[in-house]
């Protein structure tokens, strides 16, 4: 076996788990509405478990109705009537040996008032996230003991609802989190002040659950290792946290990290590493001797394989792995770690659930929406079906149709499969993006998909196939204003920059947009030892772009000096200069420059669309070809349509 220490057998207390896989909380919400488990989180539960995961922890799960409200539509243990409908998700499950723990979950300070029906957000202590911007009302003594209670209810309706054991979420700067650091509890009662105090909130959950559940139903608790805010806890405390906690008999501690405030440390964008934070966990298990799960953006099985190695954790936590391939247990198990969907860190998932949304994945359209889309129909009886374009929606077109038995032949102009995701892996940091092309391509190759690279589709060319159907995935093509002196030889697109056909080194550089698309390209320029400066027609940056990649982002490109200006339109191209105006006072202001790459966003690329549809029938446009935007909308758009050709 290639993995040994990732599908060797553990303990958690008395619990046996089947590897070292765990699946760890992340919010769903495709709960009901009354908190109970739906046939959608069952079966979103039930697939990774079947993939090979040894334990699955919920998604943060409810234990309070009136201030602990996390995300609409969220998993509750409140009340009695929830156990029939939780019995049903623990039994899914368990059919594949899989164990389930759930996590109980109090959002504290970090919840909106308009979650809680306009009532005022609580806290330890009357202290503003400033992530949420709300004032929390500081919590009574006897609200806390009440609450004490709520949790300690929750893990009995668990218990008796057959999940193996419970975690509490003491981390991401959430309720517990918020008594246990000394920058969110500022209390003056038994609740607060001294370390032992900060420490009770927690412990009387503790002590309360080993009464009520018994000292062989398992805890975990979620700490964080840093929660990398000023005055908050750091390795040095969070070591502290963990030996006291194995003192009073938990039964394994899951590392993590950040707060809403630095919020890029819990879910991190494309840039963070595999191991970032390796250290925080190995320094915890080296002060205990209960087992330590840690999460640290894994992503690959020989990175997991290596974290158990070298002892730096007992359970690797994989997360948005598993969102992007369910399989992911079983491909390293049987060899096909090659065709594991890589998560590409876009931050899609959490985006949707931060604002109000369930959960969906960018590079694996099934979930959350697995029971709508169950095994596919081999209904395909070898009929041929073309696919022009080999960007990811065709790619997934692709892998559909051959599951369906169809016999698919992907035409692809270029000489390697990708399209403009294939570009975007080039700048810095972005490698992530080329291992899920890759994935793809090796999947596609496993089922044998005719793949014709550096092939223009044409009509002849289609006649002499006579499709069943054809997929037109074409992508789409830059935008490219109507101003003077636009086709200038000192004039590219970002895609020719990207595509590194033209090697710019040592020139004064203007990018004109400033997306992700033109921010990126401007550090991929920067790093080749060229002087940019990025222009933006409107008053911030990258507007509209998901304030965590611009998090990630942002301060990278003002540590390398690359100068952003806002409020700039280009309105005119000159040989060694461009002109700007300048959205406020309307007046030109000229920009030495040796040369000049657009960044203004794409349009679909549809000039086969009317050719193709004037001679075959059976036509579907997916991607960018249908209308532009994300990799989570290409492949969304290509997955629905395939499925149901």
């Known amino acids: 076996m290639k993995y040994k220490k990732l ?13 070292r896989i765990v699946m760890p909380a992340m919010g769903t919400s495709l709960a009901t509405s009354t908190g109970e488990a739906s046939d959608e989180i069952i079966r979103y539960y039930e697939e990774r478990a079947k993939g090979g995961c040894g334990l699955i922890i919920t998604e943060i799960t409810r234990i309070d109705n009136e201030t602990g409200i996390g995300t609409p539509n969220q998993l509750c243990v409140t009340d009695s009537y929830q156990i029939p409908r939780l019995q049903k998700l623990t039994r899914a499950v368990h059919k594949y040996d899989t164990k389930i723990f759930t996590q109980l979950h109090h959002p504290g300070r970090q919840a909106h008032s308009s979650s809680l029906n306009g009532k005022q957000i609580v806290g330890p202590s ?7 911007g709300e004032i929390p009302r500081e919590l009574e003594t006897l609200e806390v003991e009440n609450l004490v209670k709520k949790f300690i209810k929750g893990a009995k309706i668990s218990q008796l609802s057959g999940f193996d054991g419970i975690e509490l979420h003491g981390a991401h700067g959430y309720l517990i989190c918020q008594f246990l650091s000394p920058a969110t509890n500022k209390r003056t009662d038994k609740y607060g002040g001294t370390f032992m105090n900060r420490m009770r909130f927690l412990t009387e959950i503790i002590m309360g659950i080993r009464h009520i559940c018994g000292k062989d139903f398992p805890i975990s608790v979620r700490i964080d290792g840093d929660e990398f805010i000023e005055g908050g806890i750091d390795i040095n405390e969070s070591i502290k946290i963990a030996r006291y906690l194995e003192s009073i008999g938990i039964d394994a501690i899951n590392v993590s990290s950040g707060t809403y405030e630095s919020s890029i440390t819990i879910i991190e964008p494309v840039s963070y590493k595999e191991g970032w934070k390796k250290h925080l966990s190995q320094s915890i298990k080296e002060n ?3 087992p330590v799960i840690a999460c640290d953006s894994i992503k690959r099985p020989e990175i997991a394989e290596n974290l158990l ?41 959490i985006e949707l659930i931060m604002n109000g949304k369930r959960i969906e994945c960018a590079v694996n359209p099934r979930v959350g929406m697995e029971i709508d889309f169950e095994e596919f129909k081999k209904d395909g009886d070898q009929r041929k079906v073309v696919i022009i374009g080999g960007g990811p929606a065709g790619m997934q077109a692709g892998i559909n149709l051959a599951k369906r038995n169809f016999t698919p032949i992907i035409f692809e102009k270029e000489d390697h499969l990708g399209g403009s995701v294939f570009l975007g892996s080039k700048p810095p940091m972005k490698e992530k993006l080329k291992w899920f092309i890759d994935n793809m391509e090796n999947e596609l190759k496993d089922l044998n998909v005719d793949i014709r690279l550096n092939t223009k589709a044409n009509i002849d060319l289609l006649k002499n196939i006579n499709p069943y159907a054809i997929f037109i995935a074409t992508g789409a093509k830059p935008i490219i204003p109507n101003i003077e002196g636009i086709n200038s030889k000192n004039v590219y697109t970002a895609e020719q920059i990207l595509s590194e056909k033209t090697e710019i080194k040592n020139k004064k550089i203007a990018v004109i947009g400033s ?27 990258a507007p509209g772009t998901y304030l965590p990649n611009l998090m990630d982002i942002l301060p990278r ?12 339109k280009l309105v005119k191209i000159n040989e060694n200069s461009i002109e700007l105006m300048n959205m406020n006072t309307k007046k030109i202001e000229i920009l030495e420059t040796d040369l000049i790459v657009l960044s203004l966003g794409v349009q679909s690329n549809i000039e086969i669309v009317e050719e193709i549809k004037e001679s075959f029938k059976n036509i579907k446009i997916i991607g960018d070809v249908e209308k532009p935007g994300r990799i989570f909308d290409a492949m969304r758009s290509s997955f629905d349509k395939s499925y149901v050709l």
Request: proline letters at 2%.
């Open 557 to 568: 490109i003002k540590k390398e000096k690359i100068n952003l200006l806002t409020s700039k």
């Open 288 to 290: 205990i001797k209960i």
């Open 515 to 541: 997306g992700m698309t033109g921010l990126e390209t401007a550090e991929y320029l920067n790093n080749k030892n060229n002087e940019l400066t990025v222009i933006e027609m409107q008053k911030d940056i």
């Open 309 to 349: 190695e070298t002892n730096n954790l007992d359970f690797v936590a994989l997360g948005r792995a598993q969102l992007a391939d369910p399989e992911w247990g079983n491909k390293a198990l049987n060899g096909k770690e090659d065709q594991i969907r890589s998560c590409i860190s876009c931050l899609k998932c």
């Open 7 to 19: 599908f060797s057998e553990g303990m958690i207390g008395n619990l046996k788990l089947k590897n």
């Open 126 to 132: 009357p202290i503003a996230s400033k992530a949420i």
